[in-house]
T-cell receptor, first 117, second 113 residues
């Protein structure tokens, strides 16, 4: 009865490197959401994806950030050429297809803490 | 637009003390309101929710009432325990904006024996 699985739990990258964050949704969930929690701030919505589709990316920075949710495998949040300001906790949530836009079906993962040095 | 303003912490209380964490919101539509709790090193867990005005959400001794007239959703607990130490987030979700969540900045609570 695994929940939303995120890995790695902690990730350290040097400035200019790439960071890849993975999220496996709960069994039966086909909708994934990514949120970012900057230090001393609340979570901010980044992107909402279904399998092979980006539904809403209004919260994604315009450059260096991308997300995908392939037909097979986990959702990936990719940050290219990381900078110190990318240091944050990145949380993934998933929901079932039946009520994809209902907040009640959200389940959050434990997050990936990215540190850029 | 939508936003949530939350009482700043950190908050430190003695065991069995009364807890109030204030939360007010701004929304363009008819939001649902939530309190989430984050224990150290873990993800967010839904604590309670309310979907319309005057609804009261409750769970594990925590309560919050959706007050439309004051646009508030304050979290209360009559007698806190050490195990309640965590960060608490107030949040709203508005169907008009695709049901994404808007979170407050979080309030860190430490309960001392």
């Amino acid at each position: 009865n695994a929940g939303v699985m995120q890995n790695p739990r902690h990730l350290v990258r040097r400035r200019g490197q790439e960071a890849r964050l993975r999220c496996s949704p709960m069994k039966g969930h086909s909708h994934v959401y990514w949120y970012r929690q900057l230090p001393e701030e609340g979570l901010k919505f980044m992107v909402y994806l279904q399998k092979e589709n980006i539904i809403d990316e209004s919260g994604m920075p315009k450059e260096r950030f991308s997300a995908e949710f392939p037909k097979e495998g986990p959702s990936i949040l990719r940050i290219q050429q990381v900078v110190r300001g990318d240091s944050a906790a990145y949380f993934c949530a998933s929901s079932p297809a039946l009520r994809p836009r209902s907040p009640y079906g959200y389940t959050f993962g434990s997050g990936t803490r990215l540190t850029v040095v | 637009g939508n936003s949530v303003t939350q009482m700043e912490g950190p908050v430190t209380l003695s065991e069995e003390a009364f807890l109030t964490i204030n939360c007010t919101y701004t929304a363009t539509g008819y939001p649902s309101l939530f309190w989430y709790v984050q224990y150290p090193g873990e993800g967010l867990q839904l604590l309670l929710k309310a979907t319309k005005a005057d609804d009261k959400g409750s769970n594990k001794g925590f309560e919050a009432t959706y007050r439309k007239e004051t646009t508030s959703f304050h979290l209360e607990k009559g007698s806190v325990q050490v195990s309640d130490s965590a960060v608490y987030f107030c949040a709203l979700s508005d169907r008009g904006t695709g049901n994404q969540f808007y979170f407050g900045t979080g309030t860190s609570l430490t309960v001392i024996p």
